[in-house]
């Protein structure tokens, strides 16, 4: 059974930087997709960033330029992705949540809060 954990949420002031991490376990799958969306209350889970076969990244248009996924070959070999996020803004305040997606499945963390305050 796979099963996903996010870690590293906080509240930060604004202009700020955090990093998020995410470990994937109970599997060995390794052409997979892992990232992250993000959801405020009363919204929908928007997407954020993602990183294709440890390889390739996406970024939403919210984030480009201040989020990244490293790539981390050893670490993404692990089922393991972080997120590092710079100069943060009050409207990147959420939940935070890390997903895999293994073949047509896909599998969630439990999300992590992100505050940032001004």
């Known amino acids: 059974q796979v099963q996903v954990v996010e870690s590293g949420g906080g509240l930060v002031q604004l202009g700020g930087s955090l990093k998020l991490s995410c470990a994937a376990s109970?599997?060995?799958?390794?052409?997979?997709?892992m990232g992250w969306y993000r959801q405020t209350p009363g919204n929908q889970r928007e997407f954020v960033a993602a990183?294709?076969?440890?390889?390739?990244?996406?970024?939403?248009d919210a984030v480009k330029g201040r989020f990244s996924i490293p790539r981390d070959n050893a670490r993404n070999a692990q089922n393991t992705i972080f997120l590092e996020m710079n100069s943060l803004k009050p409207e990147d305040t959420a939940v935070y949540y890390c997903?895999?997606?293994?073949?047509?499945?896909?599998?969630w963390g439990q999300g992590t809060q992100v505050t940032v305050s001004w």
């Open positions: 109970g599997t060995r799958f390794r052409n997979k997709v």
């Open positions: 990183i294709i076969g440890g390889v390739r990244t996406e970024y939403s």
């Open positions: 997903y895999i997606d293994i073949g047509a499945s896909r599998t």
